[in-house]
Every structure is written in C-alpha cells, then in structure tokens.
C-alpha cells in the first residue's frame, strides 16, 4: 500500500525516467564504445537513482548527477574490461621470444581511424570532457558538475582530448568539428 507521496515520487521518477532514459544511454554509449552495453548501463544508472530517490530529486541538478552516475558506471565497466583484456593476453600470448609484436599493431594510417575509434583511444576522462562539451553541449561548469572536477581541469582535459583527436583523426578538419559531426549523426539515430 503506497502513500500519496510514494505514488507522486514513482510519477516524478516515471517522467524523469522518460525524459532522459534516451540521453543517458547515448551518454554511455560514446564513453564505453559499446552500443549494447549503453541500454544496461543506462537502467543501472537509473536504478541507483530510484533508491536514492528522496534525496536526488531535491538535489539542484537531479539530470547532472544522473550524467555522473553514467559516467562512473561507465569508468567501471571500461577499467573491467581492460583487466580482462590483460588477463586473456597474458593467457594466449605465445611462450617465447617471438618477434611479432609489430604485426600486432594495426595500421599506421591516422586517416584511417574514424572518430569512435579515436574517442576509444582516449583515457576515460579526455573522453567524458569532449563528449559532454561537444556531444551534449553541455557548459563547462556542467561538465564540472558531471565528472565531479574542476572546471579548469574540463577545460584543460578538454582542449588536451582534442589535440590528441586531431592527431588521431589526421590533418584536414578540425578534430572538434568533426567529433559533432559524427555525434550529430548518433544523436539523430544514427546505428545506435
């Protein structure tokens, strides 16, 4: 038997649910990389936010702190994956002095690499503050907010991520540019 406030807080959560569902799994797909990891991550970051209900609809910003528990699931899920990586290298890589780490690699094409496979490459934080600033357009304080940094450091971690995407991607446009581009084309349905 719920209460007249419990059923106004399911109603709240129903419609914030609703709201940005769709928003933070797009969020968790360009941090982790992984399209059918983002709907999970996504219900995982709103489950958590439907136990601490009371407290995070009073907060200021109910839909950043949302945006942050994505993105420390996502930090999580990113740091798993990289142990398990290790661990299977280190299980099938051959017994001996082999010379074949350079076939290993992949192409040395900057060209080549398109903006998600760059994004890939990026430490988790240069990622999260150039996907917030230019793949939701969120200011530098929001983003702030969301990662739970300064904003010097959103600003500093920002411009690094996109030198570093600019020579990732190659010359020709500006990284920036041509990372809204390809989230346009996310945000609009793209092969999410």
């Known amino acids: 038997m719920g209460t007249a406030v419990d059923d106004a807080a399911a109603a709240e959560f129903h419609e914030f649910f609703e ?3 769709a928003e933070l799994a797009r969020l968790a797909h360009l941090l982790t990389g992984e399209a059918d990891a983002a709907d999970d991550l996504a219900a995982d970051a709103l489950l958590a936010l439907w136990h601490r209900w009371d407290r995070v609809r009073e907060a200021g910003h109910p839909v950043a702190y949302a945006r942050g528990v994505v993105a420390n699931l996502a930090r999580t899920r990113i740091r798993s994956a990289v142990r398990e990586r290790r661990r299977i290298a280190l299980f099938w890589a051959p017994r001996g002095g082999g010379d074949d780490g350079a076939a290993a690699e992949g192409p040395d094409v900057p060209a080549v690499v398109d903006v998600r496979e760059a994004l890939r490459r990026l ?11 230019h793949a939701f357009d969120l200011s530098e304080r929001d983003t702030s907010l969301v990662l ?5 450091t959103v600003k500093s971690q920002t411009s690094r991520a996109v030198a570093e995407l600019q020579r990732l991607l190659g010359p020709g446009t500006p990284a920036a540019a041509r990372v809204r581009v390809a989230v346009a084309a996310q945000r609009s349905g793209g092969d999410r």
Request: glycine letters at 10%; one cysteine or more; a positive charge.
């Open 19 to 21: 709201a940005h569902y």
């Open 123 to 133: 430490p988790f934080r240069k990622r999260a503050c150039v996907v917030l600033r």
């Open 148 to 152: 739970g940094i300064s904003v010097g």
